[in-house]
């Protein structure tokens, strides 16, 4: 599951608070996202961002090079 929210840290504190696990703490991403990953106590893994940037087609592809990402 994919749920973007405003506060991605906050939310994924709270969420390891109330007994998730952390699978990636949030992080700045490439892609202009601040993204992270918990697992619920069900075994769901959670996929958590916050949008920070919009970019062009161009960008993306400059910062997915400098970032060593695969080409898609």
């Not at 998730?20 to 769901?44: C, L, N, T």
Request: hydrophobic share 45%; glycine share 10%.
């Amino acid at each position: 599951v994919m749920l973007y929210v405003k506060d991605v840290d906050g939310f994924f504190e709270r969420a390891v608070g109330a007994g998730a696990k952390s699978v990636m703490p949030p992080a700045d991403q490439f892609w202009g996202d601040r993204y992270g990953q918990i697992e619920d106590p069900y075994g769901h893994v959670w996929a958590l961002a916050t949008h920070l940037r919009d970019m062009t087609p161009k960008q993306l592809e400059k910062a997915m090079a400098q970032a060593g990402a695969p080409e898609a």
